[in-house]
């Protein structure tokens, strides 16, 4: 069983910086790739980025190219979030998610999630 525990979000101004952290525990880290998704409200939950379980390479929807970074921190079984330029359409609640083998875009393909972090971002 994985638990996923995530810290971080909140409230932002457009162009401002946020984060998220989303620590995994009671798993070998190395077996699982993770994923971050989000959840605006009215909308369906929808990909934002992966990062690979062997090879740490990441995939980054293009709404967030450039602007948002996924990566992991092996040392400590920690998925990161690092959100740039934010908008008010990055406003959501934002999902870790875990799953064997490798990344995915598809919500189906993880049977692991965080509990949701909100985000909002207004002036």
């Known amino acids: 069983q994985v638990q996923l525990v995530e810290s971080g979000g909140g409230s932002a101004q457009p162009g401002d910086s946020l984060s998220f952290s989303c620590a995994a525990s009671?798993?070998?880290?190395?077996?699982?790739?993770m994923a971050w998704f989000r959840q605006a409200p009215g909308k369906e939950r929808e990909f934002v980025a992966s990062?690979?379980?062997?090879?740490?390479?990441?995939r980054h929807a293009d709404s967030v190219k450039g602007r948002f970074a996924a990566y992991r921190d092996n040392h400590r079984n920690v998925l990161w979030l690092q959100m740039n330029s934010l908008r008010p359409e990055d406003a959501a609640v934002y999902y870790c998610?875990?799953?064997?083998?490798?990344?995915?875009?598809?919500?189906?393909?993880?049977?692991?999630w965080g509990q949701g972090a909100q985000v909002t971002v207004s002036s």
């Open positions: 998610a875990a799953r064997r083998g490798p990344p995915s875009t598809s919500e189906e393909m993880y049977p692991y």
């Open positions: 990062v690979a379980k062997a090879t740490g390479n990441t």
């Open positions: 009671g798993t070998n880290w190395y077996d699982y790739s």
